[in-house]
């Protein structure tokens, strides 16, 4: 009879809660949409998931939270203050009606120490709270916990439990690290087959750096057994998935034949891809190493000079002074350009003047023949002494010969310039 009571008061609750939201709170409805909406303004997200999160909905609560965070990420002029105190506190009020993401979320706090003091042991408790839900990611963090002795006492056997509950319900963390603990033996006999089982399955729908972590596994035989053939496969699908950096990353493994069959045909196609869908990168070396394959050939990669003039001037205008060094050697030779001295001495100079010997070298010669500028022996000797002082015994060679050309007062204003434009450079 009791059980019957409770099933009237949970029918009845629901009679009279149920119509409020649905029908009596439509502008409330529509704030719910707009917060859960991510193609929407950040600043028009933040102002409705507060409304709905002060109305005590959880989701909404989870999200406030989430933007508070991670405020820090967001472009100027979204107006959410980075504020781990809020975050905290709107993630505490979803966790305490139970919410799983919300319990997640307040551990993940509690763990960073970010909004409050570290404490490991409310972070395992909250994350236990989730993980009882089947929530995949509160296992799986339980499980981390267990494996780093962390407000736990440290357990393998427990941490691949968890492990295992968020691998099959397909968290990829869970599936990526219960492939380590098969690999290391950790918590479970060591089993090769199952590591890379599961390994696979987090590497195909994780993001594209744990794709290339799984290549570079199978081309060192780094915990699971060397395979040239899945290290390319895996490689090719981070590369796929990827930015432009591991596209043009794919390229360089594949040109120098690092950990992986060399293909210069296909390395070329990746560098392309990279070079297309650059925006800003790092290492702008890489441009001038495609830009060598094509000014030269290579293999099987057929000689295109001027697409090797398109990759160097990419490495140039971004500064790099090995790009402006061989840009500037294509328009001193014609080659992929019409022959230009004046701008082959532009690009040389710019190279030179940060430091570069051979470009160094190179516009000493340019003055000394008098190609691009006018004949310029004190030029000329200052530029083959500030490129002879690096070690370049061309330059030291050509220094010795020119200075028998040259007065006692040519050679002194050399000199002088030589002090003037390395003090230049090292202050650069």
Same mark, same amino acid.
């Given at each position: ?5 409770? @099933? ?17 709170? @439509? ?27 002060? !109305? ?18 967001? %472009?100027?002029?979204? @107006? ?5 105190? +809020? ?23 509690? @763990?960073?120490?970010?909004?409050? %003091? ?101 081309? *060192? ?18 590369? +796929?998935?990827?930015?432009?950096? *591991? ?18 045909? +296909? ?8 070079? !297309?869908?650059?925006? !800003? ?23 295109? !000079? ?123």
């Amino acid at each position: 009879m009791s059980g019957l009571k409770t @099933s009237f008061v949970l029918v009845l609750f629901k009679l009279i809660t149920l119509p409020s939201l649905a029908f009596g709170q @439509s502008t409330s409805n529509d704030e719910f949409e707009l917060c859960l909406d991510n193609s929407k303004a950040l600043a028009d997200r933040f102002v409705a998931c507060r409304s709905i999160a002060e !109305e005590g909905h959880p989701k909404a609560q989870v999200i406030l939270g989430d933007l508070y965070d991670w405020a820090h990420l967001y %472009p100027q002029g979204a @107006s959410i203050p980075n504020d781990d105190t +809020e975050a905290v506190r709107w993630y505490r009020d979803a966790a305490e009606q139970g919410n799983a993401e919300g319990q997640v979320r307040l551990g993940s706090m509690y @763990s960073r120490g970010a909004g409050l %003091p570290e404490d490991d042991t409310e972070a395992v408790r909250w994350y236990r709270k989730a993980a009882a839900q089947g929530d995949a990611d509160g296992q799986f963090r339980l499980g981390r916990m267990y494996a780093r002795g962390d407000g736990v006492p440290k357990d393998d056997t427990e941490a691949v439990r968890w492990y295992r509950k968020a691998a099959e319900q397909g968290n990829d963390d869970g599936q990526w690290l219960l492939g380590y603990m098969y690999a290391e033996g950790r918590g479970t006999p060591q089993n090769d087959a199952l590591a890379v089982r599961w390994y696979s399955k987090g590497a195909e729908q994780g993001n594209d750096l744990r794709k290339w972590d799984l290549a570079t596994m199978y081309a *060192r035989g780094d915990g699971i057994p060397k395979d040239d053939a899945l290290a390319v496969r895996w490689y090719r699908k981070a590369a +796929e998935q990827g930015d432009y950096v *591991r596209k043009w990353n794919f390229g360089r493994k594949l040109s120098q034949g690092d950990g992986i069959p060399e293909d210069d045909v +296909e390395a070329v196609k990746w560098f392309r891809l990279a070079a !297309e869908q650059i925006a !800003e990168i790092g290492d702008l070396s890489w441009f001038t190493i495609l830009g060598d394959m094509l000014a030269w050939g290579r293999d099987d990669v057929p000689q295109d !000079e001027s697409q090797a003039v398109t990759y160097y001037r990419i490495a140039a205008e971004q500064g790099d002074a090995i790009g402006q060094r061989l840009l500037g050697d294509m328009y001193a030779g014609g080659r992929g350009v019409p022959e230009n001295d004046k701008v082959a001495v532009k690009w040389y100079r710019q190279a030179a003047e940060q430091g570069d010997a051979r470009s160094q070298e190179n516009l000493g010669d340019m003055y000394y023949r008098g190609e691009g500028v006018l004949e310029d022996y004190v030029q000329a000797y200052a530029w083959y002494n500030l490129s002879a002082a690096q070690g370049n015994e061309d330059a030291a060679l050509k220094k010795d010969n020119l200075r028998k050309l040259m007065t006692r007062d040519q050679i002194q204003k050399a000199q002088d310039l030589s002090t003037t434009v390395y003090n230049r450079i090292q202050e650069n």
